[in-house]
């Protein structure tokens, strides 16, 4: 059974810096695209990152890009989401999920697992 399980969300003041984590288990992700989106009161979840698990491979949505990066250790099996100069609006429930597919998907249906999400807040 898979489990994604997200840590490191928080509040912080515009500017500020924030790292979370989905750990991972219950099955090998070598072949899967792991992905970070995020969800705002009031809006549709939103694609911010992706992260191919072998290989390495990346991509950004355009609000995030140069201020937010993915990175994965394989060895405890975790994806992280390094996110510098935090903006107000950058405030949400970030959610890390996996896909089956080792491509660089960007659309949440497209993703099979999910964890129960992080709260992100920051401050102006």
């Known amino acids: 059974q898979v489990q994604l399980v997200e840590s490191g969300g928080g509040w912080v003041q515009a500017g500020g810096s924030l790292r979370l984590s989905c750990a991972a288990s219950g099955r090998t992700f070598s072949n899967y695209a792991m992905g970070w989106f995020r969800q705002a009161p009031g809006k549709e979840r939103e694609f911010v990152a992706v992260?191919?698990?072998?290989?390495?491979?990346?991509d950004y949505a355009g609000s995030v890009k140069g201020r937010f990066t993915i990175s994965r250790d394989n060895a405890k099996n975790t994806v992280y989401l390094q996110m510098n100069s935090l903006k107000p609006e950058d405030t949400a429930v970030y959610y890390c999920?996996?896909?089956?597919?080792?491509?660089?998907?960007?659309?949440?249906?497209?993703?099979?697992?999910w964890g129960q999400g992080t709260q992100v807040t920051v401050s102006s």
């Open positions: 992260i191919i698990w072998s290989g390495g491979s990346t």
């Open positions: 999920a996996a896909g089956m597919r080792a491509t660089l998907l960007s659309t949440w249906s497209q993703y099979d697992y």
